[in-house]
């Protein structure tokens, strides 16, 4: 399994963002997806998630209405759309896979990307 | 939304001991409660799913129990390598990680 996020950098607040993650290794068409978001020196906090076909899709309160997930599953490639940027959006954001038992399980993560929101 | 508190927020232990963590949900979560080791500089990996059950290669001295509100964490026999934050995480209702806790060898 392997899952390469792409896309992070230096934007303004207010600015926007997309992430990619390239995923290969496992059946990605059959599998839920979440991104996991790491501020500097914290903790892990979940982003967003999204079932195989994309019909249930779901965002954390802190996100919702200004970011966007979602996949390709002929390109094997999920993405995160991030609008409205602000400090507190600075973080690595991890692409991970749920476990085929159970969507709440993630058993992959990739190593990250970096995001930074500044002036 | 649940909210997991998960202490101690670090410790320090011997080579050898028994290193306990604990985690409690808000509200009753049943056993969907994951632990996850992250190394520094590194992603996390899943140690612990469902509570108790060990993720495939995981050494055994690692171990978790628990359900409902209460859980726990053990690492019965800390080596050099489990250097580490350890998270807890529940999906009874969305996804919640707990703070983490950061263990150290004294």
């Known amino acids: 399994v392997q899952l390469v996020e792409s896309g992070g950098g230096l934007v303004q607040p207010g600015g926007s963002l997309r992430l990619s993650c390239a995923a290969s290794?496992?059946?990605?068409?059959?599998?839920?997806m979440h991104w996991v978001r790491q501020a500097p020196g914290k903790g892990l906090e979940w982003v967003s998630d999204?079932?195989?076909?994309?019909?249930?899709?779901d965002y954390a309160d802190s996100v919702r209405g200004r970011f966007t997930i979602s996949r390709d599953n002929a390109e094997n490639s999920l993405y995160l759309q991030m609008n409205s940027l602000r400090t507190e959006d600075t973080a690595l954001y991890y692409c991970?896979?749920?476990?085929?038992?159970?969507?709440?399980?993630?058993?992959?993560w990739g190593q990250g990307t970096l995001v930074t929101v500044s002036s | 939304d649940i909210q997991m508190t998960q202490s101690p927020s670090s410790l320090s232990a011997s080579v050898g001991d028994r290193v306990t963590i604990t985690c409690q949900a808000s509200?009753?979560?049943?056993?969907?409660l994951n632990w996850y080791q992250q190394k520094p500089g590194k992603a996390p990996k899943l140690l612990i799913y469902?509570?108790?059950n060990l993720e495939t290669g995981v050494p055994s001295r690692f171990s978790g129990s628990g359900s409902g509100t209460d859980f726990t964490f053990t690492i019965s026999n800390l080596q050099p390598e489990d250097i580490a934050a350890y998270y807890c995480?529940?999906?009874?209702?969305?996804?919640?990680f707990g703070g983490g806790t950061k263990v150290e060898i004294k």
């Open positions: 469902d509570a108790s």
């Open positions: 290794g496992f059946s990605f068409e059959d599998s839920a």
């Open positions: 991970t896979k749920a476990s085929s038992a159970y969507p709440g399980i993630i058993d992959y």
């Open positions: 995480q529940q999906y009874g209702d969305r996804l919640t």
């Open positions: 509200h009753d979560i049943s056993n969907y």
């Open positions: 999204i079932n195989w076909s994309s019909s249930r899709i």
